[in-house]
């Protein structure tokens, strides 16, 4: 479904724009001439079976991986190239960790750093990637903690900490580099399921609180119905189809969301 995923209404140009990408891995074509876009401020959600291509998404815009054909662009940059003399050429070290500041992600593993405490995990990338002094980054890191409800906790170790508080802590830190798109990956998968409520709960404080765009993997559906404006069912690498989530959920077009729908509920 060429031009898909859009969130339906566009507000300025897109943030996000995956143009006919093709990924394989060997003999394996995991995204298939994939068209989508993501403009600024919209939510929008990533379903479909395990396989299908969800991460690998994700990982495109890491620049984890590269695409084997297509282009991808954030905020109107290339992300896998640069222009040079009026030319498209592969872009250089510099220019993928500039757009790649405008992207940050939370994972299903949090990954914090173990010898940190809390508000050292939030300010460390602020001080030594943005170059923000330390008051600076203290200020904006004790803000993110509120939003995430850790402020009693901002002295302590990951270690002392739940799953959902260390997961909280990942996403203060994410968005403490301010990235325009926040991309996120089954980020409650990893939890015990008593600590899931608590980090939807936070996520949908930051959907509804911050100007954030999110790209979001779950496989939670009534968070996905919560923030989204627009759901993109996924299935071998193709959108099948993309709504708002009133309609994807109540009536969707497919046979195969309807399938996926079932086997999820
Ligand atoms: N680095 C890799 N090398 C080879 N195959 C890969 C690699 N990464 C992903 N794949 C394959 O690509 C396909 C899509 O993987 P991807 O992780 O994007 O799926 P997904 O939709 O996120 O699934 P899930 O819901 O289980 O997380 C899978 O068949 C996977 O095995
Ligand atoms: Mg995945």
Redesign the pocket.
């Known amino acids: 479904m060429p031009g898909a995923g859009d969130g339906r209404r566009e507000d300025g140009p897109e943030l996000i724009r995956f143009q006919d990408v093709t990924k394989r ?2 003999e ?1 074509t ?1 995204l298939d001439d994939l068209c989508f876009s993501v403009y600024p401020r919209k939510h929008v959600t990533l379903i ?1 079976p ?7 998404i994700l990982r495109l815009l890491m620049t984890l ?1 590269k695409p084997d054909e297509g282009t991808i662009t954030v905020d109107g940059e290339h992300l896998t190239h640069e222009e040079r003399h009026g030319k498209l050429v592969p872009a250089g070290e510099k220019h993928v960790r500039e757009v790649r500041k405008k992207i940050g992600m939370v994972f299903q593993q949090f990954n914090l750093f173990p010898n940190m405490k809390v508000l050292r995990n939030v300010t460390e990338a602020p001080v030594h990637v943005l170059g923000l002094s330390k008051d600076e980054a203290e200020a904006r890191a004790r803000d993110l903690i509120e939003l995430v409800g850790l402020t009693e906790h901002i002295d302590k170790y990951p270690t002392q900490l739940s799953g959902g508080q260390q997961q909280r802590v990942a996403i203060a830190r994410a968005l403490a580099m301010r990235p325009k798109v926040l991309l996120l990956d ?1 980020v409650t998968s990893a939890l015990d399921p008593e600590l899931v409520a608590g980090v939807l709960d936070v996520l949908r404080d930051v959907a509804h609180s911050t100007e954030i765009t999110m790209l979001c ?1 779950t496989h939670e559906m009534s968070f996905a119905r919560d923030i989204s404006d627009c759901v993109m069912m996924f299935d071998k690498g193709r959108i099948v189809e993309a709504a708002p989530p009133e309609q994807l959920f109540g009536d969707p077009r497919h046979q195969r969301t309807r399938d996926f729908l079932r086997s999820v509920q």
């Open positions: 891995f060997g394996l995991v479909g395990s396989g299908s291509g969800k991460t690998t991986v089954e993997v």
